[in-house]
């Protein structure tokens, strides 16, 4: 019996999971930079340090290529790697705090990069949502549960819900609006609309 558990190139050389790993990372960048239409697979090739040959053999197409790129963030999260300041706004605020102002910028250029894109391409729609979307709301849906264990946020207020607030409200301004987003927009979705849904003003119950 052979062993299938690493993919292999034609021919049956083995393929190099970490050729892989800097191809797709490469295509990330390239789309911050450049936006998807004047993203081309010859400038992630030269990028990655790679043929363009190489790339087409893994991945047909530009959208193909995007979609595994995109892929790699598809990791749902626990309540231990999330923020705890001990009230809810900080959490939340924690969360879409990028740790420095390089990620922050890398963060909104590649998803204004992926907005013109989405509505056309069905299954890169599909993995921004799966790989994108739903950690985001996965993470609001524990730090608001927390929250009421903790004492903080009423336990009849309507989680699911307020869990989609600030993805939903992201994803329409990027996509539908095409405008970009900040962490100063994120801090007034959670304090105008996230808290006052959870029955709560900012500042309250926030430590000093």
Same mark, same amino acid.
């Given at each position: 019996?052979?062993?299938?558990?690493?993919?292999?190139?034609?021919?049956?050389?083995?393929?190099?999971?970490?050729?892989? &790993?800097?191809?797709?990372? $490469?295509?990330?960048?390239?789309?911050?930079?450049?936006? +998807?239409?004047? !993203?081309?697979?010859?400038?992630?090739?030269?990028? *990655?340090? $790679?043929?363009? *040959?190489?790339? +087409?053999?893994?991945?047909?197409?530009?959208?193909?290529?995007?979609?595994? $790129?995109?892929?790699?963030f598809?990791?749902?999260? &626990?309540?231990?790697?999330?923020?705890?300041?001990?009230?809810?706004?900080?959490?939340?605020?924690?969360?879409?705090?990028?740790?420095?102002?390089?990620?922050?910028?890398? &963060?909104? *250029?590649?998803?204004?990069? !992926?907005?013109?894109?989405?509505?056309?391409?069905?299954?890169?729609?599909?993995?921004?949502?799966?790989?994108?979307?739903?950690?985001?709301?996965?993470?609001?849906r524990?730090?608001?549960?927390? *929250?009421?264990?903790?004492?903080?946020?009423?336990?009849?207020?309507?989680?699911?819900?307020?869990?989609?607030?600030?993805?939903?409200? &992201?994803?329409?301004?990027?996509?539908?609006?095409?405008?970009?987003?900040?962490?100063?927009?994120?801090?007034?979705l959670?304090?105008?609309?996230?808290?006052?849904?959870?029955?709560?003003?900012?500042?309250?119950?926030?430590?000093?």
């Open positions: 019996m052979t062993d299938d558990s690493a993919p292999r190139a034609r021919g049956g050389r083995p393929r190099d999971a970490s050729r892989d &790993t800097a191809i797709l990372t $490469a295509a990330l960048e390239v789309l911050a930079e450049h936006g +998807y239409e004047r !993203m081309t697979m010859d400038q992630v090739a030269r990028r *990655a340090g $790679a043929g363009k *040959a190489t790339l +087409y053999r893994r991945w047909p197409s530009k959208s193909d290529l995007v979609v595994q $790129a995109v892929a790699q598809d990791r749902m999260p &626990t309540l231990d790697e999330l923020p705890d300041t001990g009230s809810l706004r900080g959490d939340l605020l924690a969360l879409m705090r990028p740790q420095t102002p390089d990620d922050e910028r890398r &963060t909104l *250029a590649l998803a204004s990069g !992926m907005a013109s894109l989405l509505p056309a391409d069905p299954a890169l729609a599909e993995v921004a949502g799966t790989a994108l979307v739903e950690p985001f709301v996965a993470s609001q524990l730090l608001i549960r927390r *929250a009421i264990e903790r004492g903080e946020v009423r336990d009849d207020v309507d989680v699911e819900t307020i869990a989609f607030v600030t993805p939903s409200m &992201t994803a329409f301004r990027l996509i539908v609006q095409r405008k970009p987003i900040d962490v100063n927009l994120l801090a007034r959670v304090d105008t609309v996230v808290l006052p849904a959870c029955g709560l003003r900012p500042g309250e119950h926030e430590k000093p």
